[in-house]
């Protein structure tokens, strides 16, 4: 079973829609938590750390839960702009020095 | 603030020639460096990390090695190039501790021909 895994997608959603994207870990000891995007042929970029107590960012809304051990990152309203690839990052406590990257779920958002 | 440096963007290398990519970070102090590689379509190989200088942890077995010359200065380098080496390059730094996210370099795209 992969570290980090992500539904690879590509998920299609009008202008407007709102859309989730669910991410699994297999250690129980992570620790930290983020979500990236990922433009075409280009660096990731953070988007926003996941807190234990969700955390909202204006559209963007992530959540963590630890007894299933999934994190969540849900867009409200979407624009055509969203449109990229999400990767879900995990740190764990035993890595003090790595973060594992999942493999990215891919986002288009259509007129 | 904290930038990050690497060069060059873009770089065609033919089989067998060396390869050296550099990448530079300001306005932070020991931080951990990283470097990966992305192949087209593919999620993120994590090739090197350091967690200080002279300090190389390698990920993968290959014909690629890293250096940590200088505190916020970190080296990808390579006598040999093959062609599988093609992809794109990234350079990341992160601060120590935990919750600290990690922050990417534009990167390199790397065609060996």
Known sequence: RKEVEQDPGPFNVPEGATVAFNCTYSNSASQSFFWYRQDCRKEPKLLMSVYSSGNEDGRFTAQLNRASQYISLLIRDSKLSDSATYLCVVHYTGTASKLTFGTGTRLQVTL | ?113
């Open chain 2, 1 to 113: 603030s904290q930038t990050i440096h690497q060069w060059p963007a873009t770089l065609v290398q033919p089989v067998g020639s060396p390869l050296s990519l550099e990448c530079t970070v300001e306005g932070t102090s020991n931080p951990n460096l990283y470097w990966y590689r992305q192949a087209a379509g593919r999620g993120l190989q994590l090739l090197f990390y350091s967690v200080g200088i002279g300090q190389i942890s390698s990920e993968v077995p290959q014909n690629l090695s890293a250096s940590r010359p200088q505190d916020r200065q970190f080296i990808l380098s390579s006598k040999k190039l093959l062609l599988s080496d093609s992809g794109f390059y990234l350079c990341a730094w992160r601060n120590k501790g935990g919750f600290q996210p990690q922050h990417f370099g534009d990167g390199t795209r790397l065609s060996i021909l």
